[in-house]
């Protein structure tokens, strides 16, 4: 018998916490049925990644994603890709959507069970309300482009891992390269520090305008914090009066992009 894997030891792990918090009554894994998790503990890989074999595709190198012509060619490497293992749980891959000439790209952490199941970025509740915040400042959500660091979910939404980010960022890269925003907006703590490589607090970035590879980047909460700290609304909705006046030309930092198109 081979040895469980990580992921099988995780799902076990969880399966047994959730069992003992529940008294020995409830089973509340999200995709997983008992006998689904001992079987996959008993061939040493995790029950979502039964058919993992079936959908791997060629190997997609960094060269490939840097060449890619057009953001459909790209989505088609990312839909093939199994750069990292995240394509074995993944049940689609979230590429990400909007104008392929959009002025603004919103940047997020990870796909979670909504996105996952539909294949786009931010329709479930968060989603929601980044629409709100994106309309709050004239724009409506087909104006802009809206993707994540990660192209696919974590399984039970655990954080990236920093393996997952670094297959990933290419696509990212690719992407900006490809739609050329005049202002990228970091939602959350997550992609902030990930695009900006720091270490450093939300609330340190905030209300500043930074770099991510010659691009404009403003930061600001994510819309899920939000859901969860309504009293941060009002701050978020400041950040974006900062992306508000960079589009109208007062303020500094937009500037930048006639300068990278000659
Ligand atoms: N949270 C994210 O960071 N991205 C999504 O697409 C959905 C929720």
Not at 143 to 167: Q, T
Not at 213 to 230: I, K, Q
């Amino acid at each position: 018998m081979n040895p469980p894997d990580a992921e099988a030891r995780a799902l076990a792990r969880t399966f047994l916490e959730q069992t003992l918090s529940a008294e020995g009554n409830a089973l509340m894994l999200e995709h997983a049925t008992r006998e689904e998790v001992v079987r996959g503990l008993a061939a040493g890989r995790s029950p979502a990644r039964a058919d993992a074999g079936t959908r791997r595709g060629p190997a997609v190198t960094e060269p490939m994603i840097a060449e890619a012509p057009e953001l459909e060619a790209l989505s088609a490497l990312v839909a093939s890709c199994s750069r990292c293992t995240l394509h074995e749980s993944r049940k689609n891959p979230v590429f990400g959507e909007g104008a392929a000439d959009a002025r603004v790209v919103c940047v997020g952490e990870a796909p979670g069970a909504r996105e996952d199941d539909t294949g786009r970025p931010f329709v479930g509740r968060a989603g929601g309300l980044l629409d709100r915040l994106l309309l709050s400042i004239g724009l409506p959500r087909k104006s802009v482009y809206i993707c994540n660091v990660l192209k696919s979910r974590p399984p039970r939404n655990r954080d990236p891992l920093p393996e997952e980010v670094a297959a990933c960022s290419p696509y990212l890269l690719r992407q900006l390269a490809l739609i050329e925003p005049e202002v990228i907006i970091a939602f959350g703590a997550f992609a902030a520090r990930t695009l900006l490589e720091t270490k450093s607090a939300l609330g340190r970035l905030r209300g500043a305008v930074h770099r991510y590879s010659g691009y404009p980047v403003v930061v600001t909460y994510h819309p899920a914090a939000l859901l969860r700290n309504p009293g941060w609304i009002r701050p978020t909705w400041e950040d974006l009066q900062i992306v508000r006046r960079m589009l109208d030309g007062v303020e500094a930092g937009i500037g930048d992009r006639e300068a990278r198109l000659g």
